[in-house]
């Protein structure tokens, strides 16, 4: 699943959930869930295919996170933003693996996340629709809670 659908739905998971710890641990767990449903990927020894796109997934990844945290009323921040980290934090394994060879997990987690993967190549556009939707979503309703008379 590309980033910025975790971003979006990790935002969603710091709403539910506004302390760090939990929503961090909820976050990574959303995470997992996620991947097992049907998704966008192309599979494992296939870098040359996912690296362009996860380039520019990882962009607009980090726009969606700096645009829901700003959304984000003051007393929900911390659970919007560790609610994205969590959810994205098992993706790491890729980046630990492209830049120093190795993912930071144990090696049981790693097979366990990779077991779980629903992937196919055909879903890229619904993916990133997916994302879209997510964070548009998410925004609003981080304004709209912002706005809300407390």
Known sequence: M???????????VGMAVPRLGP???????????????PHWGTGPGTESEWLPIARKDGVAGLAAMALL???APADRRIGVLAGMVGACLPDTD???????????WPARFDRFHE????EARHRLPREVA?????TAAGTLALRLLAARPR
């Open 69 to 71: 945290t700003a959304a």
């Open 2 to 12: 590309i980033i910025s659908s975790h971003v979006g739905a990790g935002a969603f």
């Open 94 to 104: 890729k980046v630990g693996r492209y830049f120093v060879g190795s993912s930071p």
């Open 23 to 37: 929503a961090l641990a909820a976050g990574f767990l959303s995470h997992l869930v996620m991947d097992a449903l």
């Open 115 to 118: 077991a779980i993967q629903n």
């Open 130 to 134: 997916t994302a879209a939707a997510l």
